[in-house]
């Protein structure tokens, strides 16, 4: 019986560094992660621990639309960079608009959300523990999803300007996973505070 060595070739196969910007935004992620999960620890840990002030059953409303559209933003997302891969302009920048819109649409929520809990319930940050770590959990997840929006309408901004080329597939790639960290961390945000915490 013959054996047939094994031979492979490095040069078939070589390894490549991987792109120093999605290196860096998983970094970020993690970074991100740990915080997210401090304060959603303090939220747990504080719930139903005030002594004053609405509980959450009493202010809180589901935001079913709002998660919708943040959540459907992760799809839009996927597909604007999938039409980029594919160089498709009109795709890329199409898809990209609608998760802009989604996004935005979430933020206006949110804002409404406040709005009312402010104005209507007379509920804010000071007014009991449960204020200071819904604002500050809500508020940490919305103040990432503004700097996610910043950052598609600024590329969604220069797809229009005929600005973005093949060049930039790894950035836009690694600005997607920002978003759909974000979309995940609402999950979570969404389950601990408006499902458990009610």
């Known amino acids: 019986m013959t054996t047939i060595p094994f031979t492979y070739d490095v040069k078939d196969d070589p390894w490549v ?12 992620i993690l970074a991100e992660s740990a915080m997210f999960l401090i304060f959603v620890v303090a939220y747990i840990f504080y719930l139903g ?7 959450p059953k009493e202010v ?24 980029f891969q594919k160089s498709s302009r009109k795709g890329f920048i199409g898809w990209l608009a609608a998760t802009v819109l989604l996004g935005i649409i979430f933020l206006l ?9 402010i104005f209507k319930h007379d509920f804010t940050i000071h007014t009991s523990l449960f204020g200071a770590t819904f604002y500050s959990l809500v508020g940490l997840h919305a103040t990432h999803v503004a700097i996610g929006l910043l950052m598609l309408s ?28 974000v979309d995940a961390v609402w999950v979570v945000v969404f389950l601990v505070v408006y499902v458990i915490g009610r």
């Not at 560094?17 to 970020?28: D, F, K």
């Not at 621990?49 to 509980?55: D, I, V």
């Not at 600024?154 to 960290?181: C, N, P």
């Open 17 to 28: 560094l991987p792109y120093r910007g999605t290196v860096g935004m998983w970094c970020l």
């Open 49 to 55: 621990k005030s002594l004053s002030g609405p509980t």
């Open 60 to 83: 809180l409303k589901l935001p079913i639309f709002d998660t919708i559209c943040l959540l459907s933003s992760s799809l839009t997302i996927h597909l604007s960079v999938t039409q």
């Open 109 to 117: 929520g949110t804002a409404k959300e406040w709005n009312d809990l």
């Open 154 to 181: 600024i590329v969604l901004v220069l797809g229009l300007l005929d600005k973005v080329g093949e060049e930039q597939t790894h950035r836009f790639h690694a600005l997607s996973m920002y978003w759909h960290f």
